[in-house]
Every structure is written in C-alpha cells, then in structure tokens.
C-alpha cells in the first residue's frame, strides 16, 4: 500500500467516523460539532461541551447545597435535598460516560 492510498482510506475512515458521531448525537449538540475538519476535532469538541456542563451543574448544586439553610420545622428536609443532589450530579455523570462509550464503540466500529 502506497502512502497516498494509506491517506486516501484513513480519509475515508475519518469521514466515517464523523458521520457515526454526527448521527449518533442529539440534534442540539450537532450544531457544536458541525463545520469539524476531523473525527477527532468532533469529539474533542463533545468532550468539552460536556465536561463543562457537568462542570457547570456540578458546581450549581453545589452551591445550592452550601447555602442551604434547614428549616427547624422539617428535620428530614435537608437529608432528602441531599440525597436529591446526589442523584442528580450521579445521573449526569453517567449519562456522560454513556453518550462517551457509545461514541468509542462507533468510532472502533467504523475505524476497523
């Protein structure tokens, strides 16, 4: 194999790759993505949407909690505000490590 066909197919695979990513991604993080040069620039730019939403909302319920003030009248309140918390920082979590799983598997999938 020359190395103009060794470019020619790993072009071929990288367009594949960004429309596995492209297709596989909700309609509004598409428009994060369009306009990439590369698989690679595509989910780079996934990572970082994501990382700062998680980030962001990680931080938002944070301070929600830090400035929480436990109203004497319900004793239990504060435990249920937390646990909420809890799940919902674990939710996004996971739902960020599942949309990065599902987009590895696309790409092996695609690069093989």
Not at 3 to 30: C, G, H, L, V
Request: proline share 1%; aromatic share 12%.
């Amino acid at each position: 194999m020359t190395n103009a066909a060794a470019i020619a197919e790993w072009t071929t695979r990288d367009i594949k790759a960004m429309s596995i990513i492209y297709n596989s991604i909700e309609p509004s993080f598409q428009r994060s993505v369009e306009g990439s040069n590369s698989s690679t620039e595509m989910w780079n730019r996934l990572l970082q949407e994501f990382a700062s939403t998680v980030a962001a909302n990680a931080a938002m319920l944070l301070n929600k909690f830090h400035t929480y003030v436990m109203d004497s009248s319900i004793q239990n309140n504060h435990l249920t505000i937390f646990m909420m918390c809890i799940i919902i920082l674990t939710q996004y979590f996971f739902f960020s490590v599942w949309c990065l799983i599902k987009v590895t598997m696309f790409l092996h999938t695609a690069m093989c």
